[in-house]
């Protein structure tokens, strides 16, 4: 509140009633833009911090204050991170988190906390993130979007439209979650017992491998391309852990997270997280 109003109890109580009711949504804004959770819970706080310090008074729309500061204060890490991870030349990793201890952050659209995707959001811009993730996963119109990025109508529609360019790009012929579950279990099974020709067989013949450390675990730095190359890293992990539904473990110690992107023509893609630190508070998939 400004220093001419005098706080009570009771205004404090509406202005925190407000804020936990739309706290999943704003979560769920930072999450999908940052796609870390530690990062995202501390935008919530800071929003909340500021709205406590806000004239509540001249905002004549509330759900819109907070949505507003959550997206700006996201972008503004967003950019501040990657000037941060200039020295770095691996792709930044998202950390996934378990919607079942809160199913409204998934709620509105749930594939868009995938691994896959949250990796995809990463190579957009800033804007183009959180204009994506306002309209697709929120259901935000045009106009909305363009108060909040301070854009034109107009530049919000292309900030949208370039965004879902980007991410047909890298998602090809995608298949239901059925079929993607199929593959990533028989892939597991093919990687535990040293099955080299099922492995080859599930991936796509232009298949890719890419291990990632997040800069703390040394890596190849290109992928492996081809479904002869790319099988052979999974094998030797598998020679030395033993995989879980998505998590690849050596005894207690988690020391990496699969993910695949899978199409009509099998897998294209493997993902292995290998920073420890990373998939540290990731839980086993059911």
């Not at 530690?38 to 819109?64: F, S």
């Not at 998602?171 to 079929?179: F, I, N």
């Not at 675990?217 to 879980?244: I, K």
Request: glycine fraction near 8%; proline fraction near 7%.
């Amino acid at each position: 509140m400004n220093s001419g109003s005098r706080e009570t109890p009771s205004t404090l109580d509406q202005a925190a009633s407000v804020f936990v009711g739309l706290r999943p949504r704003l979560f769920g804004v930072a999450y999908r833009m940052l796609g870390c959770s530690l990062e995202a819970e501390d935008i919530v706080q800071e929003v909340w911090l500021r709205w406590q310090t806000t004239d509540r008074t001249a905002v004549m729309d509330p759900p819109g204050f907070l949505i507003t500061a959550t997206t700006r204060m996201a972008i503004n890490v967003l950019r501040s991170a990657r000037r941060r991870r200039e020295t770095y030349l691996g792709p930044g990793v998202p950390e996934p988190v378990d919607t079942g201890a809160d199913p409204q952050i998934g709620a509105e659209r749930g594939e868009a906390l995938e691994l896959g995707v949250l990796l995809l959001l990463a190579k957009l811009s800033p804007t183009e993130r959180a204009a994506y993730v306002l309209r697709e996963a929120f259901d935000y119109g045009y106009p909305g979007i363009a108060t909040i990025l301070e854009l034109s109508e107009v530049n919000a529609r292309q900030l949208v439209s370039r965004a879902r360019r980007h991410l047909a790009f890298g998602r090809c012929d995608p298949v239901g979650r059925s079929e993607h579950r199929h593959l990533l279990e028989a892939f597991l099974t093919a990687a535990q017992t040293g099955n080299l020709p099922v492995l080859e067989e599930l991936l796509a013949s232009g298949a890719r491998s890419c291990p990632v450390g997040g800069g703390a675990v040394r890596t190849a730095r290109n992928p492996l391309a081809g479904r002869t190359r790319a099988a052979t890293f999974p094998m030797a992990l598998a020679r030395r852990c033993r995989p879980g539904a998505v998590l690849v473990s050596h005894g207690a110690t988690r020391v990496a997270l699969l993910s695949i992107t899978p199409s009509a023509r099998g897998i294209d893609e493997l993902l292995w997280v290998l920073n420890p630190a990373e998939p540290a508070g990731i839980p086993v998939a059911p």
